[in-house]
């Protein structure tokens, strides 16, 4: 028996397993490359979270906006609000919500407006006319 095919099986597996291993360490050296980026950018996040964090406890405190009520009219009307040049009446906010133009819409529309005015969203400048607050 010879050796020499044996030993030529033996030579193309070592070639195999040479060329994985130095397959597998060029992946191992992008990771790293990749793993210190990544741990970069992690630090420059840290970083930048503690000087906002700092920045921001400079800074006076903003006022709360106040929560509206929970009903499906209350971001609505403030929508009507933000495209009006000018202050509105509760029928006038009734039209732009596409409501019938009842006493007992405009009413209701005008209780709303009531409390929006309450909640210092909305500010009444004449009996009836509503703006919104600055």
């Known amino acids: 028996m010879s050796v020499e095919p044996l030993l ?4 193309l597996q ?3 397993a040479r060329a994985l ?9 992008e ?5 210190r980026e990544a741990e970069t950018h992690l630090e420059h996040l840290a970083i930048t979270r503690k000087t906002v964090t700092a920045l921001a406890d400079r800074l006076p405190a903003a ?20 495209e009006a040049s000018g202050p509105l009446r509760a029928r006038d906010v009734c039209e732009a919500l596409d ?16 409390r929006l005015v ?15 607050k600055q």
Do not use: C, W
Not at 31 to 35: M, P
Not at 99 to 114: D, Q, Y
């Open 99 to 114: 409501h019938e133009l009842l006493p007992k819409n405009i009413e209701g529309t005008r209780a709303k407006l009531k």
């Open 63 to 82: 006022a709360a906006s106040p929560e509206l009520p929970d009903h499906p009219d209350y971001p609505r009307i403030l929508a009507v609000f933000n």
């Open 31 to 35: 990771l790293q490359g990749r793993l």
């Open 8 to 11: 030529d099986a033996l030579g």
């Open 21 to 29: 291993a130095d397959d597998l360490r060029t992946q191992i050296m």
């Open 118 to 132: 309450k909640l210092g969203i909305l500010a009444e400048i004449d009996t009836g006319s509503f703006v919104r």
């Open 14 to 16: 070592e070639d195999a």
